[in-house]
């Protein structure tokens, strides 16, 4: 029984953590904005955050949510090979199929597009409020990479313990 639990939530933790990664960047966002201040150039919207943190937060929820999908599939997929008896390998040709969204994901956010952005439309102040933890909020994603990883290949060992060909 250990062991399923353990398969699950290595398989759930995808999507958990793809949500940590988004919330992290938000409050990243959220505490530039606010050491920035008022700035007439670059004013407040109704989310606290000022406007390129807004449309810096419009890039990281993009990243958030094609990983965050791809992780919710490879969790089906996972869970249903634990079940599955016949369809194995279809199950895991689209397990294959859904790294390559997690894998783009994955290179975005260790990219790092926050503060490459913030430079880029000359709010280097901007970029340089962002908190030191933002960088590693990429880590959140390979952990949950590593993570189902590790959940996928227990999930088919125990499939295939179970109801061997």
Not at 10 to 15: C, N, V, Y
Not at 30 to 47: F, I, K, L, N, W
Not at 128 to 143: G, R, T, V
């Given at each position: 029984m250990r062991g399923r639990t353990g398969t699950?939530?290595?398989?759930?933790?995808?999507?958990?953590?793809?949500?940590?990664?988004a919330?992290?960047?938000?409050?990243?966002?959220?505490?530039?904005?606010?050491?920035?201040?008022?700035?007439?150039?670059?004013?407040?919207?109704?989310?606290?955050l000022t406007s390129l943190g807004s449309d810096l937060w419009w890039i990281v929820r993009g990243i958030a949510l094609v990983a965050g999908v791809a992780a919710a599939g490879i969790a089906v997929v996972g869970l249903l090979l634990r079940r599955a008896a016949r369809g194995r390998g279809a199950l895991l040709v689209l397990s294959g199929v859904l790294i390559l969204p997690y894998t783009l994901g994955l290179a975005a956010a260790v990219y790092?597009?926050?503060?490459?952005?913030?430079?880029?439309?000359?709010?280097?102040?901007?970029a340089?409020?962002?908190?030191?933890?933002?960088?590693?909020?990429?880590?959140?994603?390979?952990?949950a990479a590593l993570a189902q990883a590790?959940?996928?290949?227990?999930?088919?060992?125990?499939?295939?313990?179970?109801?061997?060909?």
């Open positions: 699950l939530i290595l398989l759930l933790s995808g999507p958990v953590l793809a949500a940590a990664y919330a992290v960047n938000y409050a990243a966002l959220r505490t530039a904005s606010e050491a920035r201040g008022p700035d007439p150039a670059d004013p407040m919207t109704s989310g606290g790092n597009p926050v503060p490459r952005l913030a430079g880029f439309y000359d709010h280097q102040t901007f340089d409020a962002l908190p030191p933890y933002q960088w590693f909020s990429a880590l959140l994603l390979l952990a590790v959940g996928m290949v227990r999930a088919y060992t125990a499939a295939r313990t179970a109801s061997p060909r």
